[in-house]
């Protein structure tokens, strides 16, 4: 172990022990808002928990160790879902601290004209390079943080060889906690029920965000990722480092990425085996032969396929990025996390100049569309983006989302033809002879099927933007002649047109959250049998939710007979408070938010001790283990806390619907409670938990499925199909073709080709949906699914 530098004050005990801070540490600073007497001392979830660093004592550790060094910065970068800080510290030579400008210049170079930065490094050996940590993005995973903490320390005040050798040569980024709310509460998700390490693609949490802003500013050459807990998954191989089996995401330029990750996980490897003997007497790691390194050591099952993971989405900026998994939830996994960051950051040290090198090489790739590890066709010359000029806010989210992303977008001031088809003036254009062309096209294209490519996922198999947020993205492998403008923010405004009534199309989240917000208003809405919304209210009584919602409502020439008014409705959805570690309902519950609906969450308790009364429709989204009468210890708490709570609920949810109450189940797992609820005599069919992906379906296109066509897409995530559905209104059904399946993971899904994905019951107002309508806040396309069942009578 290297030699410790005593301090004094706070910091008389070293974070590099294995003993955690005295008492002295708990006092607060003022701008962290954690009532310390509801912090968790650890995770029901965890089999091990240890006296971790709570989250408001971090605040002040970082101040102290600023005080101490002339090296360090430490920030606040931004706020958690509930509220904390997120904590950013650098860490750099002190003749580099203030003068990142030239690393800056030098990431501009990258994107601008690459072969000129390589020349520079390469006539510049004593530059620095950007090197990011981050810090326990599951909050049960409290290790990382530990780790990050001591680390903090020692390069902060420590001056021996090995720490000067690393800052002489790096700029050390480190994102403490990322998610603050899961390590107050010991949760593995946010203060909103996301999983974090599952909003990369979404982007839809301030956490996921703050650190796509670190990412973009920095562009790190390295990308560490502290997790936990990976044991015993090879023979006296303990942890896990990154990179992964096959399949390798194809947007990748993964020859160049694989060239050095590999080297370097071998690296951290041999880092910690060489500090072995400064582990406990445990023989876990008293017996360690190695770490799992899935690539080497696996065939399957531990992919950096998709883009949701945080190191899989730094590779996309030119990041070596690597999973750390800490084998155990103690100060030896502490110390193992953090020799595996040390020799990371030797390994990166040694090796800068050839890996920046080829991490620039892949923007370089890009700007030159250059691409010659993959198929001559791969990537388009382009995407075009059309806008739809009443309902522009779908694609100008996606614009925006794309320029957050570092992506380069243009608008065409004028009207152009490509391929035979014109262009308004206005259409955006993403042209992929830019740097970050690997992220553009992940986020662009249709996807995949990869089913007979891999037999198990990790996690989502497709998650494409055009076809799950529903704007058109038309690739094309043809030059575009027109000239265009660059696009660095969209801020559209809507606008009332004409004396009324008015139509609102049912086109869009923001054309239903427009409907909502001026039901609660007191604004008389009615919807026809189409789905769509009408208002006879005066043009300045509604002028301002319209300018807010970006939509351009205009008259219509009469509202229709057929159309009903709607009422401000109160929705309740079931809580899943964290089984299997993930708060299932959370994205359908963000969803029904973002639709404008007053959404409150009802644990199974309290439905069966105080049923629904209050409440319009009752929403049941997620896995059916919540109505279990047999549950885990760590499950225990979010379930019936005794058997006859499910007679209860039962009997309430039962009453609910009889006295007309509307019932709407999301998913596999709610469709099969439903069935257990006797709600349905539906047969339930499930498909596997490792499958998913976007499926053509054919909706029937009014009152529950108003909005969506007979050629359109659904999406799925263990996927549930109906059948024995002759006492209920069948709406849509997956498409009958055998090409069904468009892009994901899901083997032998013939047995669903053609059966119905979601019905109503014909004698009570029960809605099935088989299609993940809210999934984690992603698929934008679908919420409306929500909406339409919601609002249909």
């Not at 979404?202 to 990412?215: A, F, G, M, N, W």
């Not at 869009?508 to 189409?530: E, F």
């Not at 959805?573 to 029904?592: C, E, F, N, P, R």
């Not at 006859?644 to 109450?661: I, W």
Request: with cysteine; aromatic share 10%.
């Amino acid at each position: 172990m290297m030699q410790k530098k005593k301090i004094a004050g706070l910091l008389a005990v070293s974070l590099l022990t294995t003993v955690p801070w005295t008492v002295g540490y708990a006092e607060a600073p003022k701008w962290t808002n954690v009532n310390v007497n509801e912090e968790q001392d650890g995770s029901k979830f965890n089999s091990e928990n240890y006296d971790f660093v709570k989250f408001s004592q971090i605040g002040t550790k970082l101040k102290a160790i600023e005080k101490q060094s002339n090296r360090i910065k430490v920030e606040v970068r931004g706020t958690s879902a509930d509220g904390h800080p997120l904590y950013v510290v650098t860490i750099a030579d002190p003749t580099t601290q203030g003068k990142f400008g030239k690393i800056q210049s030098l990431r501009k170079q990258m994107f601008k004209n690459p072969g000129k930065a390589q020349d520079w490094i390469t006539n510049n050996p004593d530059f620095k390079v950007p090197i990011m940590i981050n810090g326990s993005i599951h909050g049960t995973e409290f290790a990382g943080t530990d780790a990050i903490l001591q680390l903090i320390e020692r390069f902060a005040t420590e001056n021996d060889q090995e720490t000067k050798n690393i800052l002489a040569n790096n700029i050390l980024i480190f994102n403490v906690v990322q998610n603050p709310d899961g390590r107050v509460d010991a949760t593995r998700f946010n203060g909103e029920g996301i999983d974090l390490n599952r909003d990369f693609i979404t982007q839809s949490q301030p956490e996921t965000r703050e650190t796509v802003e670190l990412i973009k500013e920095w562009n790190p050459m390295v990308f560490l990722d502290t997790h936990g807990y990976v044991k015993n998954y090879g023979p006296n191989l303990q942890g896990l480092i990154e990179p992964c089996t096959p399949p390798h995401n194809p947007n990748y330029e993964y020859d160049l990425y694989n060239k050095w990750a590999y080297q370097q996980a071998e690296a951290m490897e041999a880092q910690i085996l060489s500090q072995k003997d400064k582990f406990s007497s445990n023989t876990l790691y008293q017996n360690m032969k190695g770490v799992y390194v899935p690539q080497r050591d696996d065939a399957a099952g531990w992919d950096d396929y998709p883009p949701i993971f945080t190191p899989m989405y730094a590779m996309y900026h030119g990041a070596y990025g690597h999973t750390l998994e800490t084998p155990t939830n103690d100060w030896d996994g502490v110390r193992w996390m953090y020799n595996a960051i040390i020799g990371a950051l030797n390994f990166a040290t040694e090796n800068k100049q050839a890996m920046i090198t080829d991490q620039i090489e892949m923007f370089k790739r890009g700007i030159n569309f250059d691409h010659p590890s993959h198929k001559d066709g791969f990537f388009p010359k382009a995407y075009i983006l059309p806008v739809d000029e009443k309902d522009p806010t779908v694609t100008q989210k996606a614009v925006n989302h794309l320029i957050n992303n570092d992506i380069d977008v243009v608008q065409a001031p004028k009207a152009f033809t490509v391929d035979g088809q014109s262009y308004p003036k206005g259409t955006y254009i993403v042209k992929m002879d830019q740097a970050k062309a690997g992220l553009a096209n992940t986020m662009l294209w249709d996807g995949e099927d990869i089913s007979n490519d891999t037999p198990a996922m990790y996690d989502i198999s497709a998650w494409s933007l055009p076809e799950l947020w529903g704007f058109k993205a038309v690739a094309t492998q043809s030059s575009i002649d027109v000239t265009t403008t660059k696009v660095n923010k969209i801020t559209g405004q809507g606008a009332v047109t004409g004396k009324g009534p008015y139509l609102i199309a049912n086109s869009s989240v923001k054309a239903v959250n427009l409907v909502n917000t001026l039901l609660q208003q007191g604004v008389t809405v009615k919807r026809d049998t189409k789905g769509n919304f009408y208002t006879e209210a005066a043009a300045n009584q509604i002028s301002a939710a319209v300018k807010e919602s970006g939509l351009q409502i205009e008259s219509t020439a009469k509202v229709p007979a057929d159309a009903i008014a709607l009422s401000s409705l109160k929705v309740a959805i079931l809580k899943d408070g964290g089984m299997g570690k993930v708060q299932s309902h959370s994205g359908t519950k963000l969803a029904l938010k973002r639709l404008g609906f007053q959404v409150t969450e009802v644990t199974p308790v309290e439905v069966a001790e105080n049923g629904l009364t209050g409440f319009d429709a009752f929403v049941y989204s997620g896995t059916e283990s919540l109505i279990s009468t047999n549950l885990s210890a760590s499950n225990k708490e979010f379930g019936f806390q005794n058997a006859g709570q499910l007679d209860k609920f039962k009997a309430n949810v039962s009453k609910f619907v009889s006295d007309g109450g509307k019932y709407v189940a999301v998913g596999a797992g709610a469709s099969r409670a439903t069935k257990t609820l006797g709600l349905t005599d539906d047969t339930i069919n499930v498909g596997g938990s490792n499958y998913n992906g976007i499926v053509k379906v054919k909706y029937e296109g009014t009152g529950l499925t108003a909005g969506y066509g007979q050629d359109d897409l659904g999406f799925v995530y263990r996927p549930a199909w109906f059948t024995g559905t002759g006492n209920d209104k069948v709406v849509a059904t997956l498409a009958n073709s055998d090409d069904f399946f468009v892009a994901g993971h899901w083997k032998n899904s013939s047995a669903a080709k053609g059966q119905a994905v979601i019905v109503k019951e014909q004698d009570k107002d029960v809605t099935l949906i088989g299609l993940e309508a809210g999934f984690r806040d992603h698929t934008d396309y679908l919420f409306r699914l929500l909406s339409n069942s919601i609002f249909e009578k």
